[in-house]
């Protein structure tokens, strides 16, 4: 089977074709016809002698998956259920801000983690994405964008999946992402996000590098936390803590903490004050980002009205509690991260 290049960091690939007996530098150029002239076929890279674009051919391929449903919403919003070689289907979405073209994209086929509001859910995990699919999917949104003048801009990986649990190609992508010989997005316009497993929060603090760390916190307790996110249980806020802090004492780097509104559940004025605390109390360095809930027709939450997230943001913020309300995009389309997947794929109406 051949091996995708789009699955390679530059050291890594490097280190692939000296094993060829070619010059590290070949390498460079590889990456420069890929990621800087957007070319895939091997007998186009005239820079590179006839011998070796043999050799690339019979072991190598630079591959992107397809688009197998689209949908368009009125707000900019594009969300794609995108098909691997092995038909395993993932979703990814792009999101226009004033400032860049977001995409969101998901880590795993299906999910293992279990969050009682979430669509991901829905369909559990078959396997990790590896490196070139997950490229991939940035890959096919700039192939959408290209036409109109623009790329992709921002990354965040928290579409369907937990990217700690398929650590090593997540840090690889990040890296062939913001490497300034490939996708060159600054660190800061990358961010991984996590439900909180605290050896990988640990882990990736002492990577050295300055990507954003977002933490799925959904609740200012471990009562209201376990009951909605399996992984507290075995995660709970006497581990989570001290990783969150020694993962702030690594990096440098300031967490968000995301906090998805549900209805009667964790929007009370009550649970704001304990959010208050556990920031102050636990000095963590953190912002707080309040996100309007898509519903989900599988799952009993609702979405908090609009005057109860504006007062509970205004409440945060009179304590000092830096917090944004998201943006809602694609409410017009399958919004939810997990919702087209688990329709298409599992049969949902």
Same mark, same amino acid.
């Given at each position: ?229 399996? +992984?507290? /249980?075995?995660?709970?806020? @006497? ?5 969150? #802090?020694?993962? *702030?004492?690594?990096? &440098?780097? $300031? ?69 944004? +309300?998201? /943006?809602?995009?694609?409410? @017009? ?5 997990? #919702?087209?997947? *688990?329709?298409?794929? &599992?049969? $949902?109406?």
């Amino acid at each position: 089977m051949a091996k995708n290049l789009l699955g390679y960091t530059l050291a890594k690939l490097t280190e692939e074709f000296v094993g060829l007996g070619q010059s590290k530098f070949r390498a460079k150029q590889v990456f420069g016809w890929i990621y800087g002239k957007k070319i895939f076929d091997f007998d186009a890279m005239t820079d590179i002698s006839k011998e070796f674009r043999e050799v690339l051919k019979r072991g190598y391929c630079i591959a992107l998956p397809k688009i197998h449903t689209r949908q368009d919403s009125s707000d900019g919003t594009t969300k794609l259920l995108v098909e691997m070689e092995d038909g395993a289907k993932v979703e990814t979405v792009l999101m226009p801000y004033n400032y860049g073209d977001a995409i969101c994209i998901s880590s795993q086929v299906g999910c293992n983690m279990g969050c009682a509001f979430c669509a991901s859910g829905l369909l559990k995990k078959e396997r990790n994405l590896e490196v070139y699919e997950l490229m991939g999917q940035v890959l096919l949104m700039n192939e959408l964008l290209a036409p109109l003048g623009r790329h992709v801009t921002h990354i965040d990986v928290m579409g369907t999946g937990e990217p700690f649990d398929n650590y090593d190609n997540v840090i690889d992508f990040i890296k062939i992402a913001n490497d300034p010989f490939a996708l060159a997005i600054g660190a800061r316009h990358i961010t991984v996000s996590t439900c909180g497993l605290c050896p990988g929060i640990i882990k990736y603090g002492k990577e050295g590098i300055q990507i954003n760390l977002a933490l799925s916190l959904h609740a200012p307790n471990d009562k209201l936390r376990q009951e909605i996110m399996p +992984v507290a /249980k075995a995660y709970p806020f @006497d581990k989570l803590i001290p990783a969150l #802090q020694e993962y *702030s004492r690594d990096s &440098g780097r $300031r967490l968000t903490f995301e906090y998805i509104m549900l209805r009667d559940f964790n929007d009370t004025p009550e649970c704001a004050d304990e959010l208050i605390h556990f920031i102050r109390d636990n000095e963590l360095f953190a912002y707080v980002n309040l996100i309007p809930y898509n519903e989900v027709k599988e799952k009993p939450y609702r979405r908090s009205e609009k005057s109860r997230v504006r007062a509970f943001a205004d409440r945060l913020l009179k304590a000092g509690v830096n917090c944004t +309300v998201r /943006k809602e995009f694609g409410g @017009d389309i399958d919004a939810a991260c997990g #919702q087209l997947r *688990s329709k298409q794929v &599992g049969g $949902r109406k």
